[in-house]
């Protein structure tokens, strides 16, 4: 059974800074990992896909790895900004099935 | 506590037909949501209702998609007429209601939608 874990559950930094999230899977039989960002109240944004052929996705000032090996991804942040403050999720998908992380909550202070 | 259910698990059908698509949310959850993937593309969102009533229904692909939620407990997603390009894995979460909002939604397992 794959699980999905996502660490820290929660992170408070000042705006500018740099950050990291991180994403881990004990399956590593995967076909894509999806990083997805949430607002209060919102449906899930997606952000970046990584297919398991890929090492990496870029968009704007996000950058997500994937070390399917490892089980692990992480999605880079440059310059945060308050816009930035939500909850972001992971997603692994395998044969027939979507399995989606634990979220870290994020607030990027002015 | 029963999860988020979704039925059939599996739907195929012929281009021209239409399907329609359930979602029980867990019991007392207010929001409830439906994403699809289109193969080998990402999960995107659909709509979003609070209660029976829809919040947002921006990433609802075309007219021949209808969502519904009367009374507020589950929700249908119907497609008609179906096109090959509406196969795909349809998501459907839920999550409660509060004042501060951002509650994890609690996803299904998913409906597989083949349309030949």
């Known amino acids: 059974k794959q699980e999905v874990t996502q660490i820290p559950a929660a992170l408070s930094v000042p705006e500018g800074e740099n950050l990291v999230l991180n994403c881990s899977f004990t399956?590593?039989?995967?076909?894509?990992l999806q990083w997805f960002r949430q607002d209060p109240g919102k449906g899930l944004t997606s952000l970046l896909l990584i297919q398991s052929s890929q090492r990496e996705q870029t968009s704007g000032r996000l950058n997500a790895s994937l070390d399917k090996s490892s089980g692990r991804s992480t999605l880079y942040i440059a310059a945060s900004q308050p816009g930035d403050s939500a909850t972001y999720l992971c997603?692994?998908?395998?044969?027939?099935?979507?399995?989606f992380g634990t979220g870290t909550k994020l607030q990027v202070i002015p | 506590e029963a999860g988020v259910t979704q039925f059939p698990s599996h739907s195929v059908i012929e281009k021209g037909q239409t399907v329609t698509l359930r979602c029980d949310p867990i019991?007392?959850?207010?929001?409830l949501y439906w994403y699809r993937r289109v193969m080998g593309k990402e999960i995107k969102f659909l709509l979003h209702?609070?209660?029976?009533?829809?919040?947002?229904e921006s990433g609802m692909p075309n007219n021949r998609f209808l969502a519904e939620r009367t009374g507020g407990t589950y929700s249908t997603l119907k497609v008609q007429p179906a096109e090959l390009e509406d196969s795909g894995v349809y998501f459907c979460?839920?999550?409660?209601?509060?004042?501060?909002?951002?509650?994890?939604?609690?996803f299904g397992p998913g409906t597989r939608l083949t349309v030949t």
């Open positions: 019991s007392g959850h207010d929001n």
């Open positions: 209702f609070v209660k029976e009533s829809k919040q947002d």
């Open positions: 979460a839920s999550s409660p209601l509060g004042l501060a909002g951002g509650y994890e939604q609690y």
């Open positions: 997603a692994v998908e395998g044969y027939q099935k979507v399995t």
């Open positions: 399956d590593s039989a995967i076909y894509n």
